[in-house]
């Protein structure tokens, strides 16, 4: 007998029954996890004896029709990232119409919320439903969001908006690059992830920069109510392109379950798994961007949001491992690429994320510039970026390779991160323009490679619910580096400020004195340069270096660990047409 004809046949996924479900293909769907699983060379292109077949997915979509789709979600990309930092430049404004001043931060973080509990949920969600009704759900949720933020009367009100806007935003990203791999071939997949993460930076970046504009030409543009207003009809226009135009390719995993009514499609829905890691993400997004602020660390909410998290956390884990279709598939992880995957994009977005919120806390305090002047010196990052995702995407495209661009691209940005850790005062203009241009450069490839090897290493029809997974690591891993990265540097601050301001104790400077100093200095950064005495400048400044100094130690340790990860990254192919290449694949085609 041939070596490439299996001794046993299989049986046909789409005869046998699950009893639990009435759902065709379940049980063999899950010996076919189970058999990728148990050969961790699937897909690879290391020597093997792989028995390989080809199964074509037809590709009716003309090059016009792709650029269209894709385009249309970039705009979404764009908004969904804009509307995350454009309250940046609004917030006093509302709270000062609103007399609000205490919820200030509910305005700003309310988005982000929503936005990163439920954008893991879009991946299974768009298997089951397809991705063109979760796009369009997305869209005009997104949409609604904002037009109540731009209607609202109450403060409340307004929040919620946030809050609505969040769950459709964190669709218009996650459902975005899904979406895109299921009408571009693997290969051409990075290039697009490129332009994807430039659509994503312009968004943040332009966000304060509307704000602002909004703000001060409030008659001409409305104010703040039209930084939210003028989103709606752009979402609209998308949602419409897409409704037009997104047909996915037959046979499709993003064209959802076939032959199922609405009811049937409900219950094939992961609901406890869904709520527990609803409940899990935002108790522990809450607890980490709250805590040390409007939360302190030892009040009983802080404690009850903390017992909250583990407890969702080990819930979520034990029904994902029992579901017959998770909502996330946490077996994936036992792929050493997806671990590794997941852990450094964790690591390097808690790098970067610490990192952009503590740059500017030691330019103000150490170098006394202003919002504009730092705003310039983020500039070339914002370049760096751009030609790091697009070049990372052409790379992949031309050599069909992703291995060792990782791996460089991870000591870039690991030596990137050395070199922001060793700040110093006396560091020159340019020197301060190009800090973080290094490690931009190795994190923006990294960004777009590492979901390519994820891709490649799963099945196509589980390549959603991974990219959620993906995602989940991202927004957890960056929310973690700003509240770990704030609450080292906060904690450091307290002790210096304590330390050396109270070395100056006398009759000439009482304890009433010091204190106030060390209390304005702790809350204030313009405080500094901007009302602190002039004997006791220097040593503000100091304290300051020294204690965010702390927290980039602390970025340069996560980021080698994610550098670590890099190596459980195992090369796949990177098909150039939309064929998958499946091993075994008559096992599960034939009837015994």
């Not at 697009?192 to 943040?204: K, P």
């Not at 705003?375 to 992949?396: D, E, K, L, Q």
């Not at 796949?572 to 091993?583: D, E, N």
């Amino acid at each position: 007998m041939p070596e490439t004809e299996p001794l046993i046949k299989g049986v046909r996924s789409d005869i046998l029954l699950d009893p639990s479900t009435e759902v065709s293909g379940f049980i063999a769907s899950e010996l076919e996890q189970e058999e990728l699983l148990r050969d961790p060379t699937y897909h690879s292109t290391d020597n093997g004896d792989d028995i390989e077949a080809q199964v074509d997915v037809p590709d009716t979509l003309s090059q016009n029709r792709i650029n269209v789709i894709v385009g249309s979600m970039f705009v979404g990309v764009f908004l969904a990232a804009l509307d995350g930092t454009v309250v940046t430049t609004l917030v006093s404004r509302i709270a000062s119409e609103f007399d609000s001043l205490p919820k200030l931060s509910w305005i700003a973080t309310a988005y982000l919320l929503s936005s990163s509990t439920f954008q893991p949920l879009y991946g299974k969600l768009s298997d089951i439903f397809g991705r063109k009704p979760l796009l369009l759900f997305s869209n005009l949720t997104f949409a609604l969001g904002c037009l109540i933020c731009a209607t609202a009367q109450d403060v409340n009100v307004l929040i919620f908006g946030r809050f609505i806007s969040g769950i459709g935003g964190g669709g218009l990203t996650s459902l975005s690059s899904i979406t895109t791999s299921d009408v571009v071939p693997l290969k051409n997949r990075g290039l697009y992830q490129g332009i994807t993460n430039i659509a994503f930076a312009c968004g943040s970046g332009a966000g304060s920069l509307l704000g602002g504009v909004f703000v001060n030409h409030e008659e001409l543009l409305g104010g703040w109510r039209g930084a939210f207003g003028f989103q709606v009809p752009l979402t609209i226009i998308s949602a419409y392109l897409i409704y037009k135009y997104l047909a996915l390719p037959k046979g499709s995993p993003g064209l959802g379950v076939a032959g199922f009514d609405i009811t049937r499609k409900l219950k094939l829905i992961d609901w406890y798994g869904s709520a527990t890691l609803i409940v899990f993400l935002f108790s522990f997004l809450t607890a980490a961007s709250l805590g040390g602020k409007e939360i302190a660390y030892s009040s009983p909410q802080f404690i009850a949001l903390s017992v909250l998290t583990t407890s969702f956390l080990g819930l979520f884990i034990f029904v994902e491992c029992k579901a017959v279709a998770p909502i996330l598939p946490l077996h994936f992880m036992k792929i050493p690429t997806v671990t590794g995957v997941s852990i450094s994009l964790f690591c390097f977005c808690m790098t970067s994320f610490a990192v952009y919120f503590i740059i500017p806390i030691y330019y103000t305090t150490v170098f006394n510039l202003n919002s504009q002047q730092i705003g310039w010196r983020f500039a070339p990052n914002f370049f760096t970026i751009i030609f790091g995702s697009v070049g990372a995407g052409y790379y992949m495209k031309t050599t069909g390779k992703y291995y060792y661009l990782n791996i460089i691209s991870g000591f870039i940005a690991v030596f990137g991160t050395l070199r922001i850790a060793m700040i110093n005062p006396s560091y020159t203009t340019f020197e301060q323009y190009l800090l973080i241009v290094t490690q931009g450069m190795g994190v923006s490839v990294i960004i777009t490679s590492t979901l390519l090897a994820l891709i490649a290493a799963v099945p196509h029809e589980h390549q959603a619910a991974t990219t959620s997974i993906s995602y989940l690591f991202r927004s957890c891993g960056s929310t973690l580096g700003v509240a770990i990265g704030s609450a080292i540097m906060s904690r450091r601050l307290d002790k210096e400020l304590e330390t050396r301001v109270m070395s100056f104790l006398s009759d000439k400077h009482p304890l009433d004195e010091l204190v106030h100093i060390i209390d304005r200095a702790s809350h204030n950064t313009e405080y500094v340069h901007g009302g602190a005495p002039e004997w006791v400048k220097q040593t503000l400044i100091d304290s300051y270096a020294v204690s965010t100094k702390q927290a980039f130690s602390f970025c340069l340790v996560t980021s080698i660990v994610g550098l670590a990860s890099l190596f459980l990254i195992k090369e796949y192919t990177l098909h150039s047409t939309l064929t998958k290449k499946v091993r075994d694949i008559e096992l599960y085609k034939n009837i015994c």
